[in-house]
């Protein structure tokens, strides 16, 4: 065997090495399947949002506004590669909401998960909040990466859209439950904050270090169906120390007229530091 072909399976070695090395995260919001979008409504948008999740091959994939009806769509869809997690915001089951977290099932292995109401009585089912208009959930899993031989765990959260007292205390609640798991294993949180950068909640978040802001550009997320509408970035991934970001984008696909959703997805790659 001569020096180029040594040379070239070395490469092909790392590469393949440094890929699996990583970890790909997507968040969104899909939209509730409501019937008035009209040429929007999601019959005609489900084949655009799983292409667009497929053009990205996810590890992990962070749902929000997904309808129980919508969710077994998607799973039909997924199973094959992968599992979920996750219930209705309103009974704990399947009414509601849900925000649910789907995972690379070859890679994986499900350690825990748990759903909390973002509440003063968080184990509450269907509990609101504050002055939330409705009620919101987090859902949380604990996954075993075998490549990497880590325990990672993953947050998925939709935070309320009038309450401001409730996104504040939300952010609060969810904080101190990651500062408990901070010095065990990586963190990666996703999610509709509601709420741009500069606002309270994302503030809380990114107090001391303990979490960071995985986008830093210019780009917006909550656009609404048509191209060109106001728009404000509002969809965030955030990560712990423990983990290296190597990119992060919001995904612009559209079909020329219209986006797959009212938002647009987050899309982020990290690697596990050494």
Known sequence: MNIQILFLLFFLNFNSFAQFNEITILTYNIRYDNPHDNINAWPFRL???????NQNEPDIICLQEVLHSQLVQLNSVYAKKYL????GRDDGKTKGEYSPIFYNSKRFKLIKNKTHWLSPTPTSIGSKG?????PRIAT???????????????VNTHFDHEGKEARNQSANYLMNKIKSELTKMPILFCGDLNAEA??????????DSTLFDSYNGQATSCCGFDIGSHSK????VFYSSKLEKLSSQIIENNDGSFYPSDHKPVFSIFRLKK
């Open 84 to 87: 979920h997690v996750g219930v």
């Open 130 to 134: 504050w002055d939330a208009a409705l």
């Open 140 to 154: 949380t899993l604990v996954l075993f990466d075998k490549i990497l031989k880590k325990n990672i765990l993953i």
């Open 47 to 53: 084949n655009k949002v799983v292409s667009l999740i």
């Open 198 to 207: 500069n606002d309270s909640p994302i503030q809380i978040i990114l107090k």
């Open 233 to 236: 970035r509002i969809d965030y």
